[in-house]
């Protein structure tokens, strides 16, 4: 049941881009949403959304939400509508007082969003839909085969993967042939080369979760029956939906890690992990089964159910007439728009998982089935659901731009070498702002796979950057690279984890024995890598700091020329880097770590970072004349030289070296017996003239 303010709104057109007084106050809304009203309820709802109980309180008496005085409390809509692809999708302002669009003294409380369904006259003027299983269950389709039908027929880039003609045309090794559309049950696996198959496929972006393990999974006993037959009722939900899909959207063919990597053979699962870039460049269309946490679940369904929502509103809008009477031939016709809560963007618990980001940077087209909406993804646009469409054309980060055209100024004239450097350049920035710190902010329930799984990324940029990938730092970069942080040294307000060593679990506990036990160990990776550490890494990348790593500022030169590392196991497609030693001139000195102390009580994530920031002070020494070793006076100086950070603060110590990379920046070190050095932390230099006040010596970091 509908109050009078409510079907009142029916006989306004304010939903495109106009403004209406709604009622008296927020007071009469809240009494109107108690009363049964389920617009009032829903608008309501968003107000409790947006603000806590103080601000809902403040607003019942007739103040803002900050419980500021105003003249006008009544409440008022105002409806924003854009025609064409735009950025935001339509919406319906909540305000209190009238707008008059005059700077503070309009007060824009909460939206809520506007959509159409399809078919109906408003849709036309709506791009806005929803699709659930109580409502439209069967639009997803629609929109898959409209939004790829489109990219592949208006997109050029999107059909061009970055690659040598022979590449463009690699298949996958094995994929998994789910028959004709009319077809259920018939899928098999099959091998590409000897069949000489060329078609277009399907690729899935998933979690595994605890089911996979348990399900049908491609193993060496295995592989003859699955060539014959796979039986989809012995499969997780996930993967029986992507079939499902695929065979909707005439698609023969699918791959699958699970059913098209050997599972438990360690030479098959490294061949194929180097050959995502092409597994996932090369897929017509990638599905991402964002809302699923585990194969067991499904994607297909959305079973979003808001708190109130959706409501429809008869649709009225003399201006639009004329083209809705083209649809209807009938003025009285003129069907409702719907109001709902906003939808979320959130793709769901792949954002968590470390493998699926690359999956998803890699594939020039994917179908993310998100936590409440659907979501396309292509090299040119980005469009949801809602109606929302962003342009990724100008977009100079795009790991897929085979060269510099469009991301230069048109009628600038310059040469080869400055276009290749413009290009890294970008490449980089894309690199440490849009793949490093996401990558580390997701999980990896296997820390052996910590390059693995970004391996296929590493490739394609490595055509872009033209340089050695060393263990996750681009040798060409090598400086800014060797200083990469914890997110928590710059910022404790957000909900990140603490750095720690990425450790994995060996062995297992015996079966009646009491005193046996699964082991922790550190995996092996070099110390001066950010694949060291497992947590929210981020380098220092920005406009304005280009300068701080200029080579005027290197305090450290390469032991060989233009060579940091002669190893030459240590490149992109590596799958497992162990050991990669550095080799470089540079000055250490050693210092004595004092605890910071913050001069008020902290508790939760900023007493963990304190825990790792210490000062350091000289350690004064000398030099016998029996001995090059460094005998260290136990008078230290109380002077400040830099301010530091361990990279896990548990491994804090009381004495360390320290290294200036650039004028400004460096790191801690620790020496083994062997001479040698490995990562501890990080510093800002506050005594650049003390700590170069020393030999150069060759420095082997490990």
Same mark, same amino acid.
Request: glycine share 6%; proline share 5%; with cysteine.
């Given at each position: ?5 409510c079907v009142?709104l029916?006989d306004d057109d304010f939903?495109?881009s106009g403004?209406?007084?709604?009622c008296?106050?927020?007071a009469?809304l809240?009494?109107?949403?108690? =009363?049964?009203?389920d617009?009032c ?12 109980e103080?601000a ?6 007739g ?5 500021e ?7 008022w809509?105002e409806?924003?509508?854009y025609?064409?692809a735009h ?9 209190l007082?009238e707008?008059v669009?005059t700077g ?5 409380m ?5 959509f159409?369904?399809?078919?109906? #006259?408003?849709?036309?003027?709506f791009s806005g ?6 409502r439209?269950?069967?639009?997803y389709?629609?929109l898959a085969r ?7 027929r208006?997109?050029q ?5 970055p ?13 998994i042939d789910v ?6 049950n018939s899928?098999?696996l099959v091998i590409t080369?000897?069949s ?5 496929y399907?690729a899935?972006s998933y979690c595994?979760g ?10 060496d ?7 014959v037959h796979i039986?989809?009722?012995e499969? #997780?939900?996930?993967y029986t939906d ?6 909707d959207l005439e698609?023969r063919?699918v791959w ?7 599972q438990?053979n360690?030479?098959d699962?490294a ?5 995502m ?9 990638t599905i991402i ?7 067991r679940?499904?994607?297909?369904e959305?079973?979003l ?9 008869p649709?009225c809008d003399k201006?639009?007439?004329p083209?809705l ?5 009938n003025?009285?016709?003129m069907g409702?728009?719907w109001l709902?809560?906003?939808?979320k963007y959130?793709?769901?618990p792949?954002s968590?998982?470390a ?7 890699l594939?020039p087209r994917?179908l993310v089935?998100g936590t409440e909406q659907?979501?396309?993804?292509c090299q040119e646009?980005?469009?949801y ?5 962003k342009s990724?054309?100008?977009q100079?980060r ?6 510099t055209a469009?991301l230069?100024s048109?009628?600038?004239s ?9 290009l890294?350049r970008?490449?980089?920035?894309y ?9 580390t ?5 296997n ?6 799984a970004?391996?296929g ?12 990938y060393?263990a996750g730092?681009?040798?060409?970069d090598?400086?800014?690279?060797l ?6 040294t710059?910022n ?5 984890? =603490? ?7 060996t062995?297992s506990?015996?079966?009646g024995?009491?005193e046996?036990s699964a082991r922790?160990?550190p995996?092996?990776? #070099? ?5 060291a550490?497992h ?6 990348f920005?406009d304005?700091t280009?300068?701080y790593?200029?080579k005027?500022?290197?305090?450290i ?5 233009d060579c940091w590392a002669?190893d030459?196991a240590c490149?992109?497609?590596?799958v497992?880097?162990?050991r ?12 004595? !770590?004092?605890p ?5 009580k ?7 970072r304190?825990?790792?920031h210490?000062?350091?002070? #000289?350690?004064?020494?000398v030099?016998t004349?029996?001995?090059?070793e460094r005998?260290?006076?136990?008078r230290?100086s ?5 301010c530091?950070w361990f990279d896990v603060?548990?491994e804090r110590?009381?004495?360390?070296? !320290?290294?200036p990379l ?8 620790l020496?083994?017996?062997?001479g040698?050095?490995?990562r501890?932390?990080t510093?800002?230099?506050?005594d650049l ?5 020393v030999?150069?010596?060759?420095? !082997?970091?490990?």
């Amino acid at each position: 049941m509908r109050c009078a303010n409510c079907v009142r709104l029916g006989d306004d057109d304010f939903l495109m881009s106009g403004v209406v007084c709604f009622c008296e106050s927020f007071a009469v809304l809240k009494a109107s949403a108690d =009363a049964g009203c389920d617009l009032c309820a829903l608008f309501w709802t968003r107000c409790g959304q947006t603000y806590g109980e103080t601000a809902l309180g403040y607003l019942l008496q007739g103040l803002t939400h900050k419980g500021e005085v105003v003249v006008d409390s009544s409440v008022w809509l105002e409806g924003h509508s854009y025609q064409g692809a735009h950025d935001e999708p339509n919406k319906l302002w909540i305000h209190l007082g009238e707008p008059v669009f005059t700077g503070q003294q309009s007060r824009q409380m909460t939206e809520l969003h506007v959509f159409a369904d399809p078919g109906t #006259p408003t849709a036309r003027l709506f791009s806005g839909t929803w699709t659930t299983t109580s409502r439209n269950p069967e639009l997803y389709l629609e929109l898959a085969r409209k939004w790829l039908s489109d990219c592949r027929r208006k997109h050029q880039s999107c059909s061009s993967p970055p690659f040598s003609q022979g590449e463009k045309d690699a298949m996958p090794t094995r994929l998994i042939d789910v028959g004709k559309p009319c077809d259920r049950n018939s899928a098999r696996l099959v091998i590409t080369d000897p069949s000489k198959i060329q078609a277009p496929y399907l690729a899935l972006s998933y979690c595994w979760g605890v089911s996979t393990q348990a399900s049908t999974i491609l193993k060496d006993d295995n592989i003859h029956k699955l060539l014959v037959h796979i039986d989809e009722a012995e499969l #997780p939900k996930t993967y029986t939906d992507m079939f499902q899909l695929a065979r909707d959207l005439e698609f023969r063919y699918v791959w699958v890690d699970a059913l098209c990597i050997i599972q438990g053979n360690a030479e098959d699962w490294a061949y194929e992990s180097q050959r995502m870039t092409l597994v996932y460049g090369n897929a017509a269309l990638t599905i991402i089964a964002g809302r699923a946490a585990d194969a067991r679940e499904g994607f297909l369904e959305n079973r979003l159910c808001h708190a109130a929502g959706p409501c429809d509103l008869p649709f009225c809008d003399k201006r639009h007439v004329p083209s809705l009477l083209e649809c209807t031939g009938n003025m009285g016709n003129m069907g409702s728009i719907w109001l709902s809560l906003p939808r979320k963007y959130d793709r769901g618990p792949v954002s968590d998982r470390a493998w699926c980001l690359q999956e998803e940077l890699l594939s020039p087209r994917a179908l993310v089935f998100g936590t409440e909406q659907l979501r396309f993804k292509c090299q040119e646009l980005e469009i949801y659901e809602n109606g929302s469409t962003k342009s990724l054309i100008n977009q100079s980060r795009n790991p897929h731009s085979v060269d510099t055209a469009g991301l230069i100024s048109p009628g600038l004239s310059i040469g080869e070498a400055a276009r290749e450097q413009y290009l890294r350049r970008q490449m980089l920035i894309y690199w440490y702002k849009e793949v490093l710190i996401w990558y580390t902010a997701r999980k990896l329930s296997n820390q052996d796979d910590v390059f693995a799984a970004l391996s296929g990324m590493a490739q394609i940029m490595k055509t872009k950057i033209r340089s050695r990938y060393l263990a996750g730092i681009w040798e060409a970069d090598m400086v800014r690279g060797l200083l990469w942080r914890s997110f928590r040294t710059y910022n404790t307000s957000l909900p990140r984890r =603490a750095c720690e060593r990425r450790t994995k679990i060996t062995g297992s506990p015996q079966r009646g024995d009491k005193e046996s036990s699964a082991r922790v160990t550190p995996i092996r990776v #070099p110390s001066w890598s950010w694949a060291a550490v497992h947590g929210h890494i981020i380098a220092d990348f920005t406009d304005n700091t280009d300068r701080y790593y200029h080579k005027s500022t290197w305090q450290i030169r390469p032991a060989h020329p233009d060579c940091w590392a002669t190893d030459p196991a240590c490149h992109a497609a590596t799958v497992h880097i162990p050991r990669c030693e550095l080799e470089f001139f540079g000055r250490l000195r050693r210092v004595k !770590c004092i605890p910071y102390q913050r001069p008020d009580k902290c508790i939760g994530p900023s007493k963990r970072r304190d825990a790792a920031h210490v000062h350091l002070t #000289p350690i004064e020494e000398v030099e016998t004349s029996d001995s090059a070793e460094r005998k260290h006076d136990p008078r230290d100086s109380s002077h400040t030289v830099a301010c530091a950070w361990f990279d896990v603060a548990e491994e804090r110590v009381s004495t360390c070296w !320290c290294l200036p990379l650039t004028s400004k920046k460096g790191l801690l070190l620790l020496r083994n017996d062997q001479g040698k050095y490995s990562r501890t932390g990080t510093m800002d230099v506050g005594d650049l003239a003390w700590m170069i006040a020393v030999e150069e010596e060759k420095i !082997c970091l490990i």
